[in-house]
């Protein structure tokens, strides 16, 4: 258990549809990150938040969207799915500023059929 | 946008032999660079890490070799063993932000 929890672990939906997906960080951890991982593709940034506020924006598309609670979980809400939105979408955590490795949860593996 | 390029998508090397995992990036102005490794099913975990100010950091059998003048990082792992075997990422940022990650590179150490 990285201490980073992404819920659901699964997630089939249909094309056109919305869904959300969340994300607890590591105890004490500000920063909130998002991955999208296709087949065979590598982790695609899409975005960052920093106790509550986007510090940094990556390949998200205008269909998606994030945000960071006070609590500090966050969610990524993505709509009008499209089938090549099928992946595995990782949400990592970090202390935020400073030179620290990232800390992954296992990620939610989202198909659209 | 592939500021981080991880070009050879796999690797096999024997079991006690050295491993080294290559990466090239673009962006200059990284300060951080990292190695995760990736088991299926799991979330990549934190191997290893080096700053721009450094040339090598080790960690037991783990190397990080960065050449900034060739934008060329390296993972050496010496000696590889069966359980290395998983996907090994390369990643840079500029201060912990908005990090980077390449393709990939899938090895195999066999026994």
């Known amino acids: 258990d990285s201490g980073v929890t992404q819920t659901p672990k699964h997630l089939i939906t249909a094309t056109g549809q919305r869904v959300t997906l969340r994300c607890s960080p590591r105890s004490g951890d500000l920063s909130v990150y998002w991955y999208q991982q296709s087949l065979d593709q590598g982790l695609q940034f899409l975005i960052q938040y920093y106790n509550g506020e986007e510090r940094a924006k990556g390949n998200i598309l205008e269909r998606f969207s994030a945000q960071q609670f006070p609590d500090l979980h966050s969610e990524l809400n993505l709509s009008s799915l499209e089938l090549g939105d099928s992946a595995l979408y990782f949400c990592?955590?970090?202390?935020?500023?400073?030179?620290?490795?990232?800390?992954f949860g296992s990620g939610t593996r989202l198909t659209v059929v | 946008d592939q500021q981080v390029k991880q070009n050879s998508p796999s690797l096999s090397v024997q079991e006690g032999r050295i491993s080294i995992l290559n990466c090239d990036y673009t962006n200059s102005m990284f300060d951080y660079f990292l190695w995760y490794k990736k088991y299926p099913a799991e979330g990549p975990t934190f191997l290893i890490s080096i700053s721009s100010i450094k040339d090598k950091n080790e960690d037991g059998r783990f190397t990080v070799f960065l050449n900034k003048s060739a934008k060329h990082l390296s993972l050496h792992i010496v000696p590889s063993q069966p359980g290395d075997s998983a996907v090994y990422f390369c990643?840079?940022?500029?201060?912990?932000?908005?990090?980077?990650f390449g393709a990939g590179t899938r090895l195999t150490v066999k026994p």
């Open positions: 990592a955590s970090s202390p935020g500023g400073g030179a620290y490795g990232y800390t």
């Open positions: 990643a840079a940022s500029v201060g912990n932000n908005d990090m980077r």
